[in-house]
């Protein structure tokens, strides 16, 4: 159905790669937003700071409220600071900063839209990447504003910050007001795991690599592990969060995402559609929950207070501000892939926030060998551990000869690849890599809308179980792994995982 129109991507063998870079301008809707100045102001600079922008840009922040132009510089000056680890002259970050041009748009209504439309026509040549940072309500009414002000050319493209949406039919009708005013090809939604360096190495790691590929199918593979733990609670997002919960900001789109690398097919070339069209068909094979499938293969949990380090913390419904709330801050799923490749190997999901550790991890679970010849107990299988965050790294857990008398001892030692200390370079913030590929028109670590619906049929196949089946949240005390050691108890079919997490952690 899609053509493919992104320029490929060739290996390039250790050589860095330039591709050039249209001028152009940002226009950051949400502009004084809390990504806006963590993220996207940051992700700029330290492009322009490596002298990747070279070309002749602007940055305009959309904002609804009005702000001084200066007390607004300063403050995309302070977040630059504080996003930068290494030496920048401080006239960079005054040239970078000149660059910025504060738009005050109080309502998406056509005629407050004619300064930006002055400001933008001044230069005719340039693209102009519009970055929607706003809830996605506003996303509809932003771009017909945009086109009507005939702000809108071939060139132009939109970046739509997650969520999409709340459910499938609300994606469907925002995509569509979007699908009015832009083409498919000029539409990037962001999801900004895929810009991690680490995340991005798992398609080196598994397409340059023909030891792994071989091995990489349920014929070889027990049971796969996906999980992003998070240390930090909802901190001051509770409006959102309370209305989306783990399932719908984490495993709708950055999971899934990490499951789409790990399972699909070799795609046949470096583009944006052939990789896409992979990663779809990895989300149509996803097995549908059904009201009782829901209760035996997914938990979800809310945490309540917890001491970590000697300080108390709050629960979920102290964070909100509430007195109930059935929103879940933990989530686990066993998945299951129904293709060739994948039948009989587990995929299990695992997300919560309040967990003791920030860490990031897919673990590949070999199956043990076939026969013991060294004694009768079965030998633990190989594990491949690729550490996404904080430590990025890649273990591989072998069973080695412990030295010296006593038979055939041996136990399980890893080979490790420290990512940061074999790369002695910065690695960029997913965002930069990401509003880099945008104004190239490098559509490959973004979402296509068929790859947004298809994750979004199956996250409300848990919706609907879990309101057939009125499933609960299972309390967990802040600091702490979730709910598993309940689980484990009942000698549920996380028992592998959870063992693994303590051991190891
Ligand atoms: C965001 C979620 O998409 O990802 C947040 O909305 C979450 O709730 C964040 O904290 C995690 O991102 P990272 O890069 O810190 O792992």
Redesign the pocket.
């Known amino acids: 159905m899609y053509r493919t129109n992104a320029t490929t991507m060739k290996p390039s063998n250790g050589k860095k790669q330039v591709k050039p870079i249209k001028p152009f301008n940002v226009i950051v809707f949400g502009g004084d937003g809390d990504l806006a100045f963590r993220k996207i102001y940051p992700a700029l600079f330290h492009r322009y700071a490596d002298n990747q922008l070279t070309v002749d840009f602007s940055i305009f922040p959309v904002t609804r409220s009005t702000r001084k132009h200066a007390t607004f510089k300063d403050e995309v000056r302070k977040f630059i600071a504080e996003s930068t680890d290494y030496a920048v002259k401080p006239e960079v970050i005054d040239v970078f900063i000149s660059r910025i041009h504060l738009k005050c748009i109080p309502e998406h209504e056509l005629v407050n839209y004619e300064d930006l439309q002055k400001s933008l026509e001044k230069t005719p040549n340039h693209q102009n990447l519009y970055y929607l940072s706003t809830p996605s309500e506003a996303f509809g009414p932003i771009c017909a504003c945009l086109k009507h002000a005939g702000l809108v050319n071939s060139s132009s493209k939109v970046v739509l910050e997650?969520p999409l949406g709340n459910s499938l039919a609300s994606s469907q009708e925002i995509n569509s007001m979007i699908s009015s005013c832009f083409h498919e090809n000029q539409i990037y939604r962001i999801d900004?795991?895929l810009g991690?360096e680490t995340v991005q190495n798992l398609m080196v790691l598994r397409f340059a690599n023909h030891l792994f590929e071989n091995a990489w199918s349920a014929d070889h593979i027990d049971n796969v592990q996906i999980t992003?733990a998070?240390s930090?609670g909802?901190e001051n997002?509770g409006g959102y969060?309370d209305n989306s919960g783990a399932l719908l900001?984490?495993v709708q789109?950055?999971l899934l995402q990490l499951l789409c690398l790990i399972a699909m097919e070799p795609p046949s070339r470096l583009e944006a559609n052939i990789v896409r069209n992979e990663k779809l068909k990895v989300l149509n094979s996803l097995r549908l929950f059904n009201k009782k499938s829901v209760v035996t293969e997914t938990v979800r949990g809310q945490y309540t207070r917890g001491i970590v380090d000697g300080k108390q913390l709050n629960s979920y419904l102290e964070d909100i501000e509430e007195y109930e709330s059935n929103t879940e801050t933990f989530v686990a799923i066993q998945a299951h892939i129904d293709n060739w490749r994948w039948k009989g190997t587990p995929f299990y999901l695992r997300t919560g926030?309040r967990m003791p550790k920030?860490y990031?991890e897919i673990v590949i679970n070999f199956k043990s060998v076939k026969h013991n010849v060294f004694s009768y107990e079965e030998i633990p299988g190989n594990r491949l551990i690729i550490r996404l965050?904080p430590e990025e790294r890649i273990e591989l857990v072998q069973m080695t000869k412990i030295p010296g008398p006593g038979g055939y001892r041996y136990k399980p030692i890893s080979l490790k690849l420290d990512y940061m200390d074999s790369f002695n370079e910065r690695f960029p913030e997913?965002y930069e890599r990401l509003i880099v590929d945008v104004l190239r028109g490098e559509q490959t670590l973004f979402m296509r809308q068929d790859e947004l619906e298809a994750a979004w049929i199956w996250i409300e196949s848990i919706v609907d179980g879990w309101a057939a089946s009125k499933q609960k949240n299972v309390l967990y005390e802040a600091g702490t792994w979730g709910p598993g050691e309940q689980i484990m108890k009942e000698d549920h079919m996380w028992s592998t995982s959870y063992s693994y997490l303590n051991d190891n952690l």
């Open positions: 997650k900004h795991y991690k992003v998070e930090l909802v997002r969060y900001d984490m789109n950055h926030k920030r990031s965050q997913a």
